[in-house]
């Protein structure tokens, strides 16, 4: 391991230091004669790059050497495969989850995931509780919304997917869903995170919208730390200065990410954009750029399909965003979990998740 | 109100935006031929601005007029003075609180309370729950961290700013604290905002670092509904493109929430520089910028004074920070609460407050 | 046209905005009783919007109407196709242009040319001057590598792509280059904007790295109200608030100014990388997002090919590109420009160009 | 000077950096055994930094040791002052320069020469060449207001600073500008920048609004660079995602900069607030930090005080703001430059300044 310190450190102060090298295990010694630089040599841990950076004498750990820590991809590791019901994420599998914003009533969430299914997507996004800016906002049906998930999932055999914002409401929430979402504004609750990891489900983990790449990865690590292996990272738009689109969907992390951690990535065009137009578009761009797969917002009012200004897509358009998914990862030899894959038909299959 | 909807909406996609605007007491009539502007005539009601923008057809309220949400400043209101023990924020009242970033031990904390009262600052700042980046950071004492500052408090009678990161934690955090803070990383934790707006505690709500203002207020405005008051704001920098400073400290925000709301506004310095060097500079800025107080890091440790890379500045250096306060203050006829203006001494006081 | 006002402005402060009106050839009327909101009717002109923006009591323009900028898009307008030699962008045309950085010697720059040419790639990238940050860098050879460049392709046939920088210099680079770049730090340099506009040739135009979509938009109407119309668009990353890439590529942008403006859009994937790892991916998502076409850094050294930090990729690595851009664009049955299209060798074909 | 190397560099590959070390004068030598830090030993040149860091195999220059750029602020050296007429910037020295923002008519620029010098300011701004956005604004008056300044400065005696844009046109301003205004837009502009420095005038330069500490330290430098010293730094605010503000004023760049340079540094807090509003609390906020003075947009238009929308403020309000600067300047001991320091009367002084 390589350490940057800071300058003009006399003997006695670096004493502490060099105390918690030699408990960590290491044997260190300066590289340059002003003591700014130290090299660490012994065996690494996940939790050594954390301790060595929070020190205030370190600037920067410059090289973490062997001290992996748990989202990181080594040398010859394989990638981590989420399974989600008959989806799959990562190790060349892509899959799609869709359906709409939230829980509103029965009749519409069956129709959406009976619409989804169509389209070939086994997987139903919907928040029963959902973190809103503004107290006065709809903060979702709760309980009850989550009754209604189980039911439709009971109903159809999809799998779910819904968010979970209060430590006090994981286990309630785990019971429901197949994969429990920790949103954008929930990227640095702690406590949840550690919660949420102990659920024993596949966690799906999206980025904070003013949150580093770095720190995305150490929110995942919150969760990994409690021995749940099964975290998808999404990417769902940063925030910069121009309105254009509601949230700049960073590509660039999502190639990042491909190669830094063996975690899968997918992402959420639809937070991003904030404009339906862009959606289909934006899906392109993270599928193209390795991500694998997609969170999607849909809805089933054909009326305000016309229109701009909704973040939400038809299931017409999620149908041609399905077929342009398997195009693009064919291109790539990976393969698109499709819900017509089951060999079972629905109403078989649909008995079967529900223990 | 004034009301911009989405363009091209025809006559039946309006029907439940209009239902709405009547359910919500209001009489609609369409500004312009194309049908995308709506004036609502009748009573404002708090929650109607989020009402209306939340509807999907609805691009902006352009003009909220009297639906004033509780942050609000309006016409003839005065500014919500917040007391933490002999303390005053707002209204013209100015002060400060200080203190180590973590309790780590009793001996050291009773010290920096000492030396912070002898500065004149009645607050002390110190955190036992840290919200940390990484899982393997110092996560702060808890529990025992809460226990030796009730401890501090019992022995000088300064007051205590901690910081709560979970809900279940409230109660327990509330025992302690004089005034409950809710750090920077749970501004959007909304559970946790309801949570503490019930504790019956003043409250130090810190902004995110992505967040804007609007959302900032409304982050206030979840504590406010519960019915608490006692909300103080700070402004501790947002994330910029440039690492010369940890933070941009949004001064400009700063000056716009003193006209904007009634809350009183305060400045940390310390986490917006993340270079001890430049808080004295930025906690000057931000008085002259009309904030009505300031949360400083400090430390007692005299031999990394000397070093930059610490935020953290020497207990000197706050009270060298103090005397700028008190002049800063005085140009504008404001008054800077001095722990010295306690008619009572210490050992008496330091009876009291525990009861 | 739909015009927002400022608030509380009374009769006699109108007047002149009103005067300002009906110059323009409209008719206004207020639509409220606050007169915060004002219809003009009239034939709109591409200058009005920008004009009443300009106003000190107009706050906003809501709705342009049709006063339409030259770059924007209209319907039933076709998209622009701009041609570079053998190349062209837009109306489903997709092409690339590839090169080093600056040209450094001749040698080296026709080993590049006829390396790139061999990908398939018609046209050359590099710098003879250099828009450095630090005055002390490689500022280009300026004028004796624009003579290597017009020697390169006086010998290869290849086309030329080089920035400018100086309005004294337009001239001159114009003689060598097929296609003039803006770079990014030029995209508010309006005396020069106009002078390259006046050119005769094609124009690259970057985006500032701080500018929004619209000031893209209006940074391209300077060189179009020149009465030239051959302006690519790029898109090459904005700057964002993490380090894990140089820049954020916007591939949101990318897709919006598909449908705002008729004018083709590329995107640099290395400058918004920095890192050649993530170059192939970026470009895969600008394509996938609906970019018409590619511009990239590529070297020819082998021994740097295997090292991160340099954000150029090798021939070889273009090569794979250029394959991927074939798959992707043949997806939506787009075309993409190849040099080997071309039906004269490139020896014959090479005499041609130059006069 | 301390480098730090890409990773995984062979011995052959490292040749050329050695090379180059040897060139510069320096003896070189690796400080670990994965050859990633390199310490050299020699003189330094204010040039060598830049060289190294952009070589391609190095990564960051950790320390410039003693190779010093021209703008940096080195032990024992004295603060720059910058003199405009009878006001003077740096070293203890606060000025202020107050005006319109362009130069529209003769009697209005005359009026606000004559109100800005009575609340005691002695550089009117005002700008004849305006860098827009849009093509379709209004240019500026040209040379026609250039003339307009130098009658006004000949009549009044006003010091003048006003932009150039344009490389060709920096001799005709200089004629007229005792300061040479380089705008935000211009920042990049580097032949631009080199021309102006040649022109023998103290230059005010704008940071970008996109860019960093360090861009702004470097477009300083070349002007620097050019032999001419007379260089006045302005923070005006850089670009945030929140639109509470036009721009965010980053007073902890402020603060860092008048530690890291020995150049005087102002600050606009016009352009930064975009606010009439808040232009009196950020100039405090940008003294308070440290600033060596003010530039501020004023008008003489009583009917547009009242309203919101403008960012200038009225001749009242620079009074007062004139005052505030007093008062926060005595408090630090420093000195504000003020009109009616002049010993000699208006009349007699105005003949002077004009050749």
Known sequence: MLVRLRQGLASPELDPLLALCEELGYSARFLDEGRRLLELSGCGDRTHRTRLEDHPDVVEVVDAG??????????????????????????????????PCSVEDYDRLLRLALGVQECGVSILRAGAFKPRTSPYSFQGLGVVGLEMLAAVRAETGISIVTEVLDPREVERVAEVADWIQIGTRSSTNFPLLTEVGRAGKPILLKRGFGATVREFLLSAEYVLDTGNEEVVLCERGVRGFDSTTRNVLDVGAVAHLRTATHLPVIVDPSHAAGRADLVRPLARAGLAAGADGLIVEVHDDPSSAKSDGEQAISLEELGALTRDAQDLVSLDGRVLSMESDRSAPHTSSAKEPIQ
Chains 1, 2, 3, 4 share one sequence.
């Open 66 to 99: 062997d001290s992996h820590e748990l989202h990181a991809q080594a040398d010859g590791r394989q990638d981590t495969v989420v399974r989600v019901g008959d989806a799959a994420f990562g190790g060349g599998h892509v899959a799609i989850a869709a359906g």
